[in-house]
C-alpha cells in the first residue's frame, strides 16, 4: 500500500512566490526523506528528517514533519524557473530497516513560470 | 565524483528479446538499489544488494527478470523475454551506508519493448 503521498499533484507558480508541497504517510517511520526529480534525470536527494526532528532547513528549502498527524511539508522560498521538477517523500518504517524499506510517494509536480 | 552511471540511456527492444541493463555505483558506496517508474505505478523498489550481496528480490515482478552484482563496481539488471508492458524508465542507485545514508540516483535507462 502507498505510504507517502504527496500533495497536490501538481502546483504551478509564479517565480519568487513560495511553493509549499505535502506528504502525509500511515505507519510510524524513522525517518522522512524529500528527493527532486528533473525532468529526464534521477532522484536527487534534498534533505532527511528524524522521527524526532520538527524541523529542518537546507538554503532555500525548509522542512516540517508532525508526527502526531502523520504529516510533512516541505516549503522552497523564492522560486526559481529552475526549482521547476517533481518532489517526492520517502518515508522510511520505525522499525529500522535499510534504505531498501524506503517507499516513495508518486510526487508532487511543480512548476515555477519566469 | 562522476555519480551513479548507467546504460545504456535509451533502449528499444522487440518482444522476447534479452535486455541487460548496467549499473555503475558511486566509488565506496556499499548498496545498490533498481528501481522502476512508470506513471502508472511511480517508484518501484525491484531488489537491492548490500556488500554485493542480493538482500531482498521480491519486488522483482517475475521470473523473467534477474540481476547480478559481480562485484562492487558494477551490476546488471537482465529481463529475458523482454514484453511490452516491462516498458518503463529503470533506475539504478547506491548509497554509502546500507541504514541512512541517502541514495544517489543514475540518469535512468528508457526502456521500450515493442
Known amino acids: 500500500s502507498q505510504q507517502g503521498e504527496e500533495d497536490p499533484q501538481a502546483l504551478s507558480i509564479q517565480e519568487g512566490e513560495n511553493a509549499t508541497m505535502n506528504c502525509s504517510y500511515k505507519t510510524s517511520i524513522n525517518n522522512l526523506q524529500w528527493y527532486r526529480q528533473n525532468s529526464g534525470r534521477g532522484l536527487v536527494h534534498l534533505i532527511l528528517i528524524r522521527s524526532n526532528e520538527r524541523e529542518k532547513h537546507s538554503g532555500r528549502l525548509r522542512v516540517t514533519l508532525d508526527t502526531s498527524k502523520k504529516s510533512s511539508s516541505l516549503l522552497i522560498t523564492a522560486s526559481r524557473a529552475a526549482d521547476t521538477a517533481s518532489y517526492f517523500c520517502a518515508t522510511a518504517p520505525y522499525y529500522g530497516g535499510s534504505q531498501g524499506n524506503l517507499i516513495f510517494g508518486k510526487g508532487t509536480k511543480l512548476s515555477v513560470k519566469p | 565524483d562522476a555519480g551513479v552511471i548507467q546504460s545504456p540511456r535509451h533502449e528499444v527492444t522487440e518482444m522476447g528479446q534479452e535486455v541487460t541493463l548496467r549499473c555503475k555505483p558511486i566509488?565506496?558506496?556499499?548498496?545498490l538499489f533498481w528501481y522502476r517508474q512508470t506513471m502508472m505505478r511511480g517508484l518501484e523498489l525491484l531488489i537491492y544488494?548490500?556488500?554485493?550481496?542480493?538482500?531482498?528480490d521480491s519486488g522483482m515482478p517475475e521470473d523473467r527478470f534477474s540481476a547480478k552484482m559481480p562485484n562492487a563496481s558494477f551490476s546488471t539488471l537482465k529481463i529475458q523475454p523482454s514484453e511490452p508492458r516491462d516498458s518503463a524508465v529503470y533506475f539504478c542507485?547506491?548509497?554509502?551506508?546500507?541504514?541512512?545514508?541517502?541514495?544517489?540516483f543514475g540518469n535512468g535507462t528508457r526502456l521500450t519493448v515493442t
Open positions: 544488494f548490500n556488500n554485493n550481496v542480493p538482500i531482498d
Open positions: 566509488s565506496g558506496h556499499n548498496s
Open positions: 542507485a547506491s548509497s554509502f551506508d546500507f541504514f541512512r545514508s541517502p541514495l544517489h
